[in-house]
């Protein structure tokens, strides 16, 4: 009986590591498949407008311009000193802690409706389904890439410097795409399984945006509420982007080390748990 056991063990973490192995192979061999997927939707929304793709740099600009003279101008709100003009410094900060987290925030819930609304590959054999989340993770990122450029350009042209911190914008993009692929994984798989996923996960996103650090800085936090923004993943993101892009600072190494980890042994579960539901997808859309 014990032997049986021990065989059908071993048998799951086979398929296990050899469902591994072949995802990781998909994501090479079908690299060009990701791109094509990613880049259909991050300019499926542009087609059929006249300015195109312009209008992946002409939204973030309005938006900047439009945060910065109502918060800190009509408003006065002042988060960050700003040499010669403290007024310019809300809408900038309230911009850059918003472009991550809506990166997450869509991902996540694109990821929940992404097996039953992408059927016609799901049902078919060949189709290597788990490059689904990944392709929107990116799609989702370079958007907001986009929103960085921008930030850059009006940070350079309204205090008249920029920090070498933004070449590192990158590296922590690379990091939130783990983070943001692990729960992708997760929440694609639990869409699948559960139907009114989607509608749990809108709430729970809505409530993460105001225990994140987004509209209210850290340091005006509580002592007894502070342990909200350390177990908070989206806490550090926010911090550490505004610390690259605002300030010129680096995040603490350890909490950069804690993040990473995290974010890969999320990737793993979920990547995990994804494999293990992939052979029922066909019979839940």
Same mark, same amino acid.
């Given at each position: 009986?014990?032997?049986?056991?021990?065989?059908?063990?071993?048998?799951?973490?086979?398929?296990? =590591?050899?469902?591994?192995?072949?995802?990781? /192979? !998909?994501?090479?061999? @079908?690299?060009?498949?990701?791109?094509?997927?990613? @880049?259909?939707?991050? +300019?499926?929304?542009?087609?059929?407008?006249?300015?195109?793709?312009?209008?992946?740099?002409? &939204?973030?600009?309005?938006?900047?311009?439009?945060?910065?003279?109502? +918060?800190? $101008?009509?408003?006065?709100?002042?988060?960050?000193?700003? $040499?010669?003009?403290?007024?310019?410094?809300?809408?900038?900060?309230?911009?850059?802690?918003?472009?991550?987290?809506?990166? +997450?925030?869509?991902?996540?819930?694109? %990821?929940?409706?992404?097996?039953?609304? !992408? %059927?016609?590959? #799901?049902?078919?054999?060949?189709?290597?389904?788990?490059?689904?989340?990944?392709?929107? *993770?990116?799609? &989702?990122?370079?958007?907001?890439?986009?929103? +960085?450029?921008?930030?850059?350009?009006?940070?350079?042209?309204?205090?008249?410097?920029? !920090?070498? &911190?933004?070449?590192?914008?990158?590296?922590?993009?690379?990091?939130?795409?783990?983070?943001?692929?692990?729960? /992708?994984?997760?929440?694609? *798989?639990?869409?699948?399984?559960?139907?009114?996923?989607? /509608?749990?996960?809108?709430?729970?996103?809505?409530?993460?945006?105001?225990?994140?650090?987004?509209?209210?800085? #850290? =340091?005006?936090?509580?002592?007894?509420?502070?342990?909200?923004? *350390?177990?908070?993943?989206?806490?550090?993101?926010?911090?550490?982007?505004?610390?690259?892009?605002? $300030?010129? &600072?680096?995040?603490?190494?350890?909490? *950069?080390?804690?993040?990473?980890?995290? =974010?890969?042994?999320?990737?793993?579960?979920?990547?995990?748990?994804?494999?293990?539901?992939?052979?029922?997808?066909?019979?839940?859309?």
């Amino acid at each position: 009986m014990q032997a049986r056991v021990d065989i059908e063990a071993r048998e799951a973490n086979d398929g296990l =590591s050899s469902g591994f192995r072949a995802a990781l /192979s !998909n994501y090479y061999e @079908r690299r060009w498949l990701v791109l094509y997927l990613a @880049r259909r939707q991050l +300019f499926a929304g542009y087609q059929g407008s006249f300015l195109g793709v312009a209008w992946a740099f002409l &939204t973030p600009l309005l938006l900047v311009v439009l945060y910065t003279l109502i +918060f800190s $101008e009509i408003i006065g709100i002042r988060f960050r000193d700003v $040499e010669g003009d403290n007024s310019l410094n809300f809408g900038l900060y309230l911009y850059c802690g918003l472009l991550p987290f809506l990166a +997450f925030s869509e991902a996540l819930n694109r %990821s929940a409706a992404m097996i039953k609304s !992408n %059927s016609q590959y #799901v049902k078919n054999l060949v189709f290597p389904t788990e490059v689904l989340p990944l392709s929107t *993770t990116l799609g &989702t990122l370079v958007d907001k890439l986009f929103g +960085f450029v921008v930030l850059a350009g009006v940070l350079l042209f309204l205090e008249g410097r920029l !920090n070498w &911190t933004l070449v590192l914008v990158p590296v922590l993009m690379g990091l939130q795409m783990i983070f943001v692929l692990g729960l /992708s994984y997760i929440f694609a *798989t639990l869409g699948a399984l559960v139907p009114d996923i989607r /509608s749990t996960l809108q709430a729970v996103v809505r409530v993460m945006f105001f225990a994140t650090p987004i509209i209210w800085p #850290v =340091s005006q936090v509580p002592d007894h509420l502070s342990w909200v923004v *350390t177990i908070n993943p989206l806490a550090f993101l926010v911090e550490a982007y505004r610390g690259i892009v605002l $300030e010129g &600072t680096l995040p603490p190494l350890w909490h *950069t080390g804690v993040f990473a980890l995290f =974010s890969v042994a999320l990737l793993v579960g979920g990547l995990a748990l994804f494999l293990k539901v992939k052979p029922r997808f066909a019979d839940l859309v």
